[in-house]
């Protein structure tokens, strides 16, 4: 299995509102359709991601979402929501003649996955979920707030960027703070924000080198979509999981979660599988958010092989 071939179509699709979404097709152009849905909000695709999918059995669509990587305008928030992303996802297929497809996403691709599919279930094959973000309060709280005590130092450092009374309230003030911060602000904000994330996901020891010239800048468009996306509750409502979930039952569904991710808790993962009648949960031991950590990329290319040939994941 090639872990990252090369894409065998590239174009841009218009989708309305001043939005043109960068689409990459790679894998069997004949093969069983997958999309494969990017975290963030903001991270744009990466095709690290094909080395999940046999590229022998497969046709891997991904995209850049609205704001996203080479989808212009990159960083634009206007006509720029969860249900925006929903309705693209759709367009693509209709644009590709696609009947079915399965729908594969982590993280906030996870969440978007998760609402494609309730929204849309007739056009789904099968999902996988990797890394279950649902957007809450709780999500935001767990995440900028409760994760403190792992990087105590990287967390003080964030949070001093802050007025005294919201640093313990992170996750209410760095997404507006963000948004409306001067552009000789950004920049600083962004920087600790991803000490912060880079902690969280890889430890508080690890090295972390900020980003300059170029890399920076695309980071502050990356982090701004995220922060609209954050600031606005993802554009769902409370408890929107439980309704799509439950839609799914009986769609081949595999959840998959590490029991050390520090980024999006485990206790969304159970929690959607327990709402979903049929679907299958897999807590891969000692992995956190990362997908390509060693275990949690074994266990996306053993799922994906299993619904190659079973169309299930029996």
Known sequence: MTLTPDPWSVFALDVGDGHRLHVEQSGTPDGLPVICLHGGPGSGMAAAHRQFFDIARYHIIQFDQRGCGRSTPRGGLEHNSTAHLVADIERIRQHLGIDRWLV????WGATLALDYAATHRDACLGVILRGMFFGSADDLHRFFDDGQR???AVHTRLAALAPPGARTRLANWLPAALLAARPADQAELVTAWMAWE???DNGP???FTPPTGESLAAAIDKYRVQAHYLHHNCFLAAGW????????ADLPVAILHGTQDRICHP???RAVHAACPGS???LIDGCGHNPFAPAMAAALGEVTRRFAVDMGFG
């Open 241 to 248: 999981w439980r309704g799509a979930a439950a839609a799914l």
């Open 150 to 152: 792992h990087a105590p």
């Open 205 to 207: 020891t690890t090295r």
């Open 267 to 269: 206790d969304n993962a």
């Open 198 to 200: 880079s902690a969280l």
């Open 280 to 282: 299958r949960l897999q």
């Open 104 to 107: 594969f996403g982590g993280s």
